[in-house]
């Protein structure tokens, strides 16, 4: 794999920014095995908590691929889920974790762990215990989409800038020597700030963005696809991703490392995130479509992309981002809004 694929997120360098995102893909060792072995320079394992209710929603977790009008579609390009946690003891699941972590650092990859918020208390115990198992990196996702829908205090969202400060620093303090990733939800419209307290009060990245909830009513049965609302991610979330990606660099500063997630099919999705901010990118669903070789093909559409245009991939974070102007510093456009309605619109009769 050529060094044009090497990024960095913080102290952490990597041999490329292809992360396995947490999700059931990951929910086992061979799962994870199989994703490094696919080219992923590293492994957010499916995450946990302390709430038992979070580990058997898991027994009602269910899965529906979407195409573009909404119908169910064999492999994507869209994925609609109510999803649970990882049903293990964490002590157990870390120890797993530490053993594939250490060999992933052989070849300079990591494997995480993950939890998804319940409480304060719950959180830093757990981080507590993914240090002392000697993880390196920890993922805390203080955004699950799955929130509003869980039993109470199963899942929590924090979209509070002050109450992220406060629990990131609370994690902080339990992983003194570990990389601290802060995972944010797609669910509210002020990650800027967010991602922001989460600097601050001491977090080593910044991930984003969540999934969006949705209801996608079935035509044929005429009920709610799944039964419920969900989860729901796809190609079209990319954009808003980005969006998101370039905003939060502004807060933060183009040193604080971001990492983006949400919606990336192709190795051109990734340097679309890249050069709207991201170190890295986290893919999940299209490995549920596809399966790992997913990751390779990414990988390799990635590599092609910057060979053929002579670029790092170190080298893209951040530029169109940093590009954007304000509607208020463009010149004038002289009526190019009249290419882009139908000719009656423009019959000279009309006023
Ligand atoms: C079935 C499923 C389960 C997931 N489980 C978790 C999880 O346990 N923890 C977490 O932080 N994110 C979880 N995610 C979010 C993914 O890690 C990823 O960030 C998200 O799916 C967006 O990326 P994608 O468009 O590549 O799927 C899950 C996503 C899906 C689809």
């Given at each position: 794999m050529s060094s044009r694929l090497a990024t960095r997120i913080g102290a952490l360098a990597l041999p490329n920014p292809l992360i396995c995102g947490a999700g059931e893909p990951v929910l086992t060792a061979a799962g994870i095995r199989a994703a490094l072995h696919a080219g992923a320079a590293g492994v957010i394992a499916k995450s946990l908590n302390e709430r038992p209710e979070g580990a058997a929603q898991l027994e009602a977790a269910d899965y529906t691929f979407l195409a573009q009008d909404h119908r169910p579609a064999g492999a994507g390009p869209s994925l609609l889920n109510r999803s649970g946690l990882a049903p293990y003891a964490p002590e157990a699941w870390f120890a797993t974790l530490a053993g594939l972590d250490a060999a992933a650092a052989r070849s300079g990859r990591f494997v995480a762990a993950s939890l998804v918020l319940a409480a304060e208390a719950g959180a830093v115990r757990i981080a507590g215990l993914a240090r002392a198992a000697g993880l390196r990196v920890f993922e805390l996702n203080v955004g699950a989409p799955h929130a509003g829908e869980a039993a109470a205090g199963a899942i929590t969202q924090q979209n509070d800038p002050a109450g992220l400060a406060a629990l990131v620093r609370a994690v902080r303090a339990a992983t003194q020597g570990m990389q601290l990733w802060v995972k944010l939800t797609g669910l509210a419209t002020n990650l800027p700030a967010l991602a922001l307290a989460a600097r601050d009060a001491g977090a080593d990245a910044v991930v984003m963005m969540g999934r969006f909830m949705a209801l996608v009513p079935d035509l044929e049965t005429l009920a709610p696809a799944l039964g419920t609302n969900a989860a729901y991610g796809g190609p079209w979330a990319l954009p808003i991703v980005c969006r998101f990606l370039a905003e939060s660099r502004r807060a933060v500063g183009a040193d604080f490392p971001l990492l983006g997630t949400n919606g990336v099919r192709s190795g051109e999705d990734l340097a679309r995130l890249a050069l709207a901010g991201a170190s890295a990118g986290e893919v999940l669903s299209v490995v549920m479509a596809e399966g790992f070789g997913a990751l390779g093909r990414i990988l390799a559409e990635l590599e092609a992309f910057l060979e053929r245009r002579d670029l790092s991939f170190a080298g893209l974070i951040g530029r169109a981002a940093d590009a954007r102007r304000g509607y208020g510093e463009l010149p004038a456009?002289?009526?190019?809004?009249?290419?882009?309605?139908?000719?009656e619109t423009l019959e000279r009769s009309a006023t």
């Open positions: 456009l002289s009526g190019r809004w009249r290419s882009f309605v139908p000719p």
